[in-house]
């Protein structure tokens, strides 16, 4: 067969069909491309590293290589043809837009060509559907591989963060707890280096410093139960001083009114009432204004753990302690001293201090606060069952007449010798005696002391040891209704001797309460 001439028009669509080949391939290629890329950012490893270690170093060249030779290759059928189209305008008869004539009539010399670019074409496009399917599972792959991850990661993440919060919930009281005990154990440490001070006019008692000692000991107590337990308990909670306002009982039909020494005790113990300081104004015989302030004692059960541990009225268990270790530096005694200011008591007033056991404490730690001696004329201190001899006092302050049910002590001769020995037959109010008669920590050091009456009222109860009967307030009011003649006496000279009857001889124009807080 023989072959002559070209048809232009079906060489112009070969050409054309190539290029779109061409950048089917290219355009492939490219989408694999980015494929590789997302796939890489999200899975990270040796299968993944392999893939595109071929897809870079072959299956993409063979894509370009491919692509070039298709885009190559329509170019040269492009030019042919319009080689041809111009020869055939330059000679004039040549067929510039049909087939060439031979032996076999009108078929297409070319036609195998585009089947085998058509073959071809189709064969690169199922490879790069392939790749392009291959790249998909890789990111399908890569993108559960990344949720697996990061799951696994929050799941980590969040597992941590609840330890976390565990630990907190764990640590966080215990500190805040520790460190709430600590405190009270530092002020614990401090209140037993002024009880061990040498040089404040005052050689260290046994009292106070055993006070202190108890202290330190409770509150160091308290901080380990405290972390051990992630809860502050208050141990030995010295509290924070407060005083309310002032709340008038004049006219209250139950008000004790003052006229004697039964009734100034009376008034004493009916400050327990009102969970508070009890303020007398008194216009003496004289015409000056005077006041008696009376200081309840211990207002907490003894019995329970709130009672050592919080300190509402500034006056429970572990008060005592800290009045015995810090003086008039004490929380109830600074509480008081605010009640006294709330009450109304003006600058330079003079004043009778009286209290029962806690409170006659108080009291006399009030007489020996230099402070408040300047700004107030405190003329006398009068106590029932209260541990007095334990307090600061000095030749300065004022005089104190301290009432306790004593001990009844009986000799008794030792067999085959001359001697005798005290043996207490019936114990009276332990509580006074619990400043050990005003001893010094080393008896070669003197204690100093201020003027004090002891009045020894005799014990209570039919037993050996009636704690009620001896301590409670009825039974220090009952004494002072039936005094010996003596203790009469006794009292009757302190209270002329130091120009006290005006207390007793005067009128009460108002009688006032003021609730403490500690």
Do not use: C
Not at 466 to 492: C, F, P
Request: proline share 5%.
């Amino acid at each position: 067969m023989t072959l002559t001439g070209m048809n232009i028009g079906e060489i112009r669509s070969l050409a054309s069909q190539l290029q779109r080949r061409s950048d089917a391939v290219a355009d492939s290629a490219r989408v694999v491309d980015r494929l590789v890329q997302l796939t890489r950012r999200n899975w990270y490893g040796d299968d993944i590293a392999q893939f595109e270690s071929r897809w870079n170093g072959g299956t993409r060249a063979i894509a370009e290589r491919v692509a070039t030779e298709l885009r190559e290759l329509a170019e040269t059928a492009r030019r042919n043809a319009d080689d041809q189209e111009r020869t055939s305008n330059e000679l004039g008869g040549g067929n510039s837009g049909g087939a060439g004539t031979g032996g076999g009539g009108d078929q297409n010399p070319f036609s195998w060509v585009g089947d085998g670019l058509d073959w071809l074409g189709d064969r690169v496009e199922d490879g790069l559907d392939w790749a392009q399917d291959a790249g998909d599972w890789v990111a399908d792959r890569a993108s559960d591989a990344w949720d697996w991850t990061t799951d696994r990661v929050d799941d980590a993440w969040n597992w941590t963060l609840d330890r976390v919060d565990d630990v907190a919930n764990f640590v966080v009281p215990r500190v805040e707890a520790g460190l709430a005990g600590w405190d009270r154990f530092v002020e614990a440490l401090g209140a037993n280096a002024q009880a061990w001070n040498f040089f404040d006019g005052h050689p260290p008692q046994l009292s106070e410093v055993l006070a202190a000692g108890v202290l330190a000991l409770g509150t160091g107590i308290g901080t380990v139960a405290n972390v051990v337990t992630g809860q502050d308990h208050q141990i030995f909670d010295p509290g924070t001083p407060g005083a309310g306002q002032a709340h008038d009982i004049t006219g209250d039909p139950a008000t004790q009114r003052v006229t004697d020494f039964t009734s100034l005790t009376a008034a004493t113990m009916s400050s327990y009432e009102h969970n508070g300081v009890r303020v007398d104004e008194i216009v003496g015989p004289d015409g000056e204004t005077r006041y008696i302030v009376s200081v309840p004692g211990t207002q907490a059960q003894i019995d329970s753990l709130a009672g050592w541990s919080q300190n509402p009225n500034g006056r429970n268990w572990a008060a005592n302690l800290w009045a015995m270790a810090q003086g008039s530096q004490a929380t109830d005694a600074q509480a008081v001293a605010m009640a006294i200011q709330n009450a109304g008591v003006p600058d330079g007033a003079s004043i009778l201090l009286t209290g029962h056991s806690q409170g006659g404490l108080i009291a006399a730690n009030l007489a020996a606060d230099h402070d408040l001696a300047q700004r107030y004329a405190i003329d006398g201190v009068i106590t029932y069952g209260a541990p007095v001899e334990n307090a600061d006092l000095h030749p300065g302050s004022a005089p104190v007449l301290a009432l306790g049910h004593g001990n009844t002590v009986a000799s008794v001769p030792v067999p085959g010798t001359p001697w005798e020995i005290p043996v207490i037959r019936q114990i009276g109010d332990p509580v006074p005696q619990l400043d050990f008669g005003g001893a010094g920590v080393f008896p070669f050091v003197p204690a100093q002391q201020g003027s004090i009456t002891t009045i020894d009222l005799p014990p209570k109860g039919d037993s050996f040891f009636d704690m009620t009967a001896n301590h409670e307030q009825a039974g220090y009011l009952a004494d002072v209704q039936n005094l010996s003649a003596e203790n009469q006496a006794a009292i009757d000279d302190y209270l002329s001797s130091n120009n006290l009857d005006a207390y007793l001889n005067g009128t009460t124009t108002s009688t006032v309460t003021v609730e403490t807080t500690g």
